[in-house]
Antibody, heavy 122, light 107 residues
Framework: QVQLQESGPGLVKPSETLSLTCSVS??????????WSWIRQPPGKGLEWIGY???????NYNPSLKSRVTISVDMSKNQFSLKLTSMTAADTAVYYC??????????????WGRGTLVTVSS | DIQMTQSPSSLSASVGDRVTITCRAG??????LNWYQQKPGKAPNLLIH???SLQSGVPSRFSGRGSGTDFTLTISSLQAEDFATYYC?????????FGQGTKLEIK
């Protein structure tokens, strides 16, 4: 069965760039049927969609983060990645990768990684 | 951005109770509404998509209704494993947005 696994540093210094990777196992990131998203959740707070990528490289980002976000896909490694620049304490959160699927009424996230906590601190 | 507002923010109930959580969108989103359950320390889990379609593997005690701006998630008979936080999400327009969550606690 398909599984997603986030990896990356748990601690980032203010002003630095966060780089996270989501590895897809049991399936292909280039299947063509899915979009691949990043979502984050600050400790004790709600969920915020960061952006998605399709296997052809098309992306869409949340305007609140657009100037700092890049999502990319590496089909040879069967993974997709998130880069978030100019990190601040407000970016401290659990970061999830998720698979997006299209139903009769829009997209939904039917598979999630376990999440990785990223803390921004000097 | 489309604002999603859930009510109540928290709810106490007992095993066996029937519980309904409401989600209201800031504008019409047709049926582009999903529900997720999240337990502490875990990733969200999809329950309902398209406002009323039960995700495969989700118990039938969960049901969703609504269209336009007003939606509900109902748990017909609460089980111990249902105590969690529930989020609605719209995918009608970008950016996708979530409700603030409803924490369901044991009475």
């Amino acid at each position: 069965q398909v599984q997603l696994q986030e990896s990356g540093p748990g601690l980032v210094k203010p002003s630095e760039t966060l780089s996270l990777t989501c590895s897809v196992s049991g399936g292909s990131v280039s299947s063509g049927s899915y979009y691949w998203s990043w979502i984050r959740q600050p400790p004790g707070k709600g969920l915020e969609w960061i952006g998605y990528i399709y296997d052809n490289g098309n992306t869409n980002y949340n305007p609140s983060l657009k100037s700092r976000v890049t999502i990319s896909v590496d089909m040879s490694k069967n993974q997709f990645s998130l880069k978030l620049t100019s990190m601040t304490a407000a970016d401290t959160a659990v970061y999830y990768c998720a698979r997006q699927y299209s139903g009769s009424y829009g997209w939904y996230f039917d598979l999630w990684g376990r999440g990785t906590l990223v803390t921004v601190s000097s | 951005d489309i604002q999603m507002t859930q009510s109540p923010s928290s709810l106490s109930a007992s095993v066996g109770d029937r519980v309904t959580i409401t989600c209201r969108a800031g504008q019409s989103i047709s049926s582009y509404l999903n529900w997720y359950q999240q337990k502490p320390g875990k990733a969200p889990n999809l329950l309902i998509h398209g406002a009323s379609s039960l995700q495969s593997g989700v118990p039938s005690r969960f049901s969703g209704r609504g269209s336009g701006t007003d939606f509900t998630l109902t748990i017909s008979s609460l089980q111990a494993e249902d105590f969690a936080t529930y989020y609605c999400q719209q995918t009608y327009s970008l950016p996708y947005t979530f409700g603030q969550g409803t924490k369901l606690e044991i009475k």
